[in-house]
């Protein structure tokens, strides 16, 4: 059984670059959709030292703009809104297999 508070290897970088880097969920959407490792923020984000670069969410804005020829997606989601959805359709799932087999 999964802890109640249990996030997944692969999105927890995600999570704690958002909170490093002061990223909205938006902007973590748009890194994710275009295919940026969150590991790897640290470079585009060095803007006090490096003050020619754009600051990482203005960047992730702009190549996002670049790549899809829109501002934002269109509809925005959390990660943690995805891991209550997948683990309600997961629930949702075994109930209809269960008054499958009971049936």
């Known amino acids: 059984m999964p802890k109640k ?6 999105l927890r970088p995600w999570i704690e670059a958002r ?15 275009l295919g940026l490792n969150p590991k790897k923020f640290g470079s585009p984000g060095n ?7 754009q600051p990482l969410p203005e960047f992730v804005e702009k190549i996002y703009l670049k790549h899809y020829k ?3 997606p269109e509809n925005v989601r959390f990660i943690e809104q995805m891991l209550k959805d997948k683990k309600r359709k997961k629930a949702e799932s075994k109930e209809r297999r269960e008054t499958a087999r009971l049936s």
């Open 19 to 33: 909170k490093k880097h002061h990223l909205s969920h938006a902007q973590v959407q748009m890194a994710r959709e």
């Open 70 to 72: 829109k501002k934002a």
């Open 47 to 53: 803007t006090k030292q490096q003050p020619w670069k």
């Open 5 to 10: 508070g249990f996030i997944p290897n692969k």
